[in-house]
């Protein structure tokens, strides 16, 4: 079983919990469990989508991202927006601004994820040009779908792009710049990608994507300190090398509008991810070439660490990307711009390895639930009475009146 208790796109602030549930009862993975009247995170369920910091009244969840201070022990910095931070200003009618605002910031140079964007666009229309390709290929652009059909939809695992996200082949082609032009060691070159999305925070700087990347800041934390820079520019440097097709990943429809195809689905929001995927793993979807599904509302523009509404941001990158034409992008092979590791299922649901003992398992956790009163209030700080069951069958300290299995269940 893979372990994911290291990864941690989300904390909680525990003076601010106040254990209204209302985190629990959102996460698509259940995930959270109150005890003790705090919310805590089973991290190796959490998939990073963000919900649980949306919904929380009190602003006890929070996402683990970077600070600004974190540039400060690099000697050259290197600041890579994602095409979602755009969206948040008003009136934007050049990304130059945005990008001479970084610099204002500190940073030594840009590169936009957009870029990165374009190039995977190109090999995902190539590796859609084979036909031993399974369709329909499901976008891995978003670390949350792709954390959640690892988990949960293990059949639809040959279904998934293995191409890299844009995030990494922006970092890969700013981190090779940055060393010509400084002939710096790679420890003294800091690449910076700069997110809308608690799970990229924690994907980003895992496996072979840490290479290139160092550190993930937040759209959110740089917003303010941005808007005041970009307010001071005269005459912005033309930083800006990305087209309208990278720009436009920042929303939904934004990635497969750039793959040729008009036989696309394009879904968001986490309760129409689940659908899709539910359809699809029972066939009901035919045809398709391809699946773009974004687990934020709108797509990037709706991830939790930005500021602004989704819908308002969409709008503003689409009236931005007008101002640019789509770049001419040329690519070898597709296969450069794959992922050198395999996908693995993370079967965190299975309750043993022991097939078995799991059987056994799964008939107490249902005699369980029999007795209980099949509600899913949630006060007893499980989102689901079928997950208490589990956690009961699974040993963990519930305390509730039902807390002891064997009150419940005589498997005598
Ligand atoms: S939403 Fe969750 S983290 Fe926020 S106060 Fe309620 S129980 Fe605590
Ligand atoms: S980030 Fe999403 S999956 Fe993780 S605990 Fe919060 S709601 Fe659940």
Known sequence: ?????????????????????????????????????????????????????????????????????????????????SPSLYGQFNNLTDTSY???????????????????????????????ENPNTVRPVISSACSAVTNLILMRYEHLIPHLSPMKQPEVVAAKLAL??????????????????????????????????????????????????????????????????????????GSSTGEAMGLGTENYLSADGIENVIRVLNELEHDKLTGLDFLELYACPSGCVGGSMNIENPFLARTRLRRLRKRYAPRKVEIGTASEFMRSEAYEPLNVYRLDDDRLKAMKMTMKMKAIYEKLP???????????????????????????????????????
């Open 176 to 249: 090779i710049e940055a060393q010509k032009r400084t002939g710096y060691a790679r420890a003294e070159i800091g690449i910076f990608v700069i997110t809308q999305c608690a799970a990229k925070v924690s994907k980003l700087k895992r496996g072979n994507s840490a290479k290139y990347i160092d550190r993930v800041l937040s759209n959110r934390e740089l917003y303010f300190l941005l808007l005041d820079k970009m307010n001071k520019l005269e005459n912005p440097e033309p930083l800006s090398k990305a087209g309208s097709l990278g720009i436009s990943w």
């Open 98 to 128: 945005v990008l001479n605002g970084l610099k204002a910031l500190g940073f030594d140079d840009v590169f936009e994820v957009a870029y990165g964007a374009e190039l995977v666009s190109a090999a995902t229309k190539k590796y859609l």
């Open 374 to 412: 099949q509600t899913d209030c949630g006060a007893c700080g499980a989102p689901r009475c079928m997950a208490l069951a589990e956690d009961i069958v699974k040993g963990h300290d519930v305390k509730c009146k039902y807390r002891k299995g064997e009150e419940l269940y005589d498997d005598g």
């Open 1 to 81: 079983m893979n372990d994911r208790k290291d990864i941690k796109p989300v904390f909680l602030e525990a003076d601010k919990c106040n254990g209204c549930v209302s985190c629990m009862k959102r996460c698509p993975t259940e995930a959270i469990r109150v005890r003790d009247g705090k919310a805590a995170v089973m991290y190796e369920r959490c998939v990073g989508c963000g919900e649980c910091v949306n919904v929380c009244p009190t602003g006890a969840k929070r996402e683990s991202y970077d600070k600004l201070e974190s540039i400060a022990g690099y000697k050259y910095k290197v600041a890579l927006p």
